[in-house]
Nanobody, 113 residues
């Protein structure tokens, strides 16, 4: 059983930055699919950014502002979020595919002045 723990959420002002981390209890080495999702209040969970077979893809709403990355040596995936907007508010979840998809419990990001 793999466990994923997100951290780095919190309150940010519009235009500000946050970096989310997702640390796994198992190695990320050799894995091909992992990503970040978010769920805004009253809305469905949506894909934010994904690494798939080495390619990085982003939702149109975050392109140019968010960057997904991973550090295999630390078993950690990151989401650098810059130029934050109020509409980025939501609970952010990480997902990593091992034998199946594993999800973290989420970290809350609030963008407000």
């Amino acid at each position: 059983q793999v466990q994923l723990v997100e951290s780095g959420g919190g309150l940010a002002q519009p235009g500000g930055s946050l970096r989310l981390s997702c640390t796994a209890s198992a190695s990320l080495f050799g894995l091909f699919h992992m990503g970040w999702y978010r769920q805004a209040p009253g809305k469905q969970r949506e894909l934010v950014a994904v690494i798939d077979t080495g390619m990085k893809n982003y939702a149109d709403s975050v392109k140019g502002r968010f960057t997904i990355s991973r550090d295999t040596s630390k078993n950690t995936m990151y989401l650098q979020m810059d130029s934050l907007k109020p509409e980025d508010t939501g609970v952010y979840y990480c997902k990593i595919r091992y034998d199946r998809d594993y999800w973290g419990k989420g970290t809350l990001v609030t963008v407000s002045s």
